[in-house]
């Protein structure tokens, strides 16, 4: 029998773009790995050489960094037309693929509670109404909603229960054109005892923290500061401080910290947080923290949350974040009903700043066998279940 050829569909091949991207060659790697002959269609990208997987420029000859939604749609059609596939699973909303798989989730979730991000409410409302300024963003959310209404359009895949609400609220999507298979992520070994002591004692020095010290550290990775909750993590983490039972925040990503340095200094929290950058791999700094947290306005499903989860470590993050599909919220980790109780945030770090409450956590964790069910592996046998059921439907339709 001949391998099943998998076509995969992204704007931008490129890993150093952000979880999207990276999640993309985790799954075409894991899929590979199970038999299948995958292939990536992307317009626009570049190749880091780390993964073996075939990847089509289609739209390299082409001047610009980006290229137009029609002119990839023509692009594309243009290849399928030469090239056979078994499964066209897309990241972007082309009705012609077999899967719709909206990493982002759907578009008028993320701009309302984009919008929900920012502190003033005129601002917020403003947020919501320039939207539609956005060329860009306006085609790619007409292109999902006539996806929607297509009836013979591709199945919706969710990462997440909550990406799954999002479609049936927004555009009514009955139950049997959507399909459940939440995110995972890469599981590895846990890095070196050697590189985890070494990295400890660069942070305990940067924080002035004594060896024999035993105040909890929680680590914060995101790279959009704003949309993930900083600031209100940063205002929980003066309440949390106590003289006696000092914590400490660790703050990995991209993103611009002059705004939210300028608000650790205001409230006098210098020497209980650090700001480390962008980090090539997050994995070191979760063997050295205590629990993991991430107090988002949105999030289909964080992959920082799910590595944290993988390395037996507890969270910390919001309703708003699909991947507590993956957790029981009170057994592993806490979940907030909203980002911007900053007085129940701090509950949760004085919570976890209690080791026994962390080992407890870490424990269910490793006996709940989290880590297997987080595996990219699993949602790659789910995925190639799916691509199976769809072309044995599509033989009886012959």
Do not use: W
Not at 35 to 53: E, F, Q, R
Not at 324 to 340: E, M, Q, S, W
């Amino acid at each position: 029998m001949n391998k099943r050829k998998i076509a995969i569909i992204i704007e931008r091949a490129d890993t150093s773009l952000g979880g999207a991207e990276r999640s993309l060659f985790e799954l075409s790697e894991s899929l590979a790995s199970a038999g299948l002959d995958v292939h990536i269609l992307a317009a626009k990208g570049k190749l880091d050489n780390t993964s073996n997987i075939p990847v089509h420029f289609l739209a390299d000859s082409l001047l610009g960094k980006r290229v137009s939604f029609y002119t990839f749609s023509k692009l594309l059609k243009h290849h399928l037309s030469a090239n056979h596939y078994d499964i066209i699973h897309s990241f972007l909303p082309f009705d012609f693929a077999d899967i719709y798989q909206p990493r982002s989730g759907s578009y008028p979730e993320a701009i309302f509670r984009n919008a929900a991000s920012f502190e003033n409410p005129i601002l917020r409302t403003f947020k919501i109404i320039t939207a539609c300024a956005n060329t860009k963003r306006t085609v790619l959310h007409k292109a999902e909603k006539n996806l929607c209404k297509n009836s013979y359009a591709p199945l919706v895949t969710a990462l997440s229960q909550y990406v799954a609400q999002q479609f049936k609220k927004y555009y009514s999507l009955p139950d049997n054109r959507i399909a459940v298979i939440p995110n995972g992520v890469k599981t590895i070994a846990s890095p070196s005892v050697t590189d985890t002591y070494t990295l400890r004692s660069k942070i305990y020095s940067q924080l002035n923290i004594k060896e024999n010290e035993k105040s909890p550290i929680f680590l914060f990775a995101a790279n959009n500061f704003r949309l993930k909750g900083l600031t209100n993590l940063i205002k929980a983490i003066r309440m949390a401080v106590t003289n006696n039972n000092p914590c400490y925040l660790l703050i990995a990503g991209s993103d611009n910290p002059s705004k939210y340095l300028r608000l650790t200094g205001k409230l006098g929290l210098d020497k209980y947080i650090s700001f480390l950058g962008s980090v090539s791999d997050i994995n070191p700094l979760i063997q050295i923290c205590d629990a993991a947290v991430l107090p988002t306005y949105y999030d289909p499903s964080s992959r920082f949350i799910l590595e944290a989860l993988a390395a037996g470590k507890p969270v910390i993050t919001t309703r708003f974040n699909g991947a507590c599909d993956l957790f029981t919220r009170g057994r592993h980790g806490i979940v907030l009903d909203a980002p911007n109780d900053i007085e129940s945030l701090a509950d949760a770090l004085q919570f976890f700043s209690n080791k026994e409450n962390v080992r407890k956590a870490s424990e269910a964790i490793i006996a709940d066998k989290l880590k297997d069910n987080i595996s990219i592996v699993r949602a790659a046998g789910q995925l190639i279940e799916l691509y199976e059921n769809i072309i044995a439907k599509r033989g009886q339709k012959c």
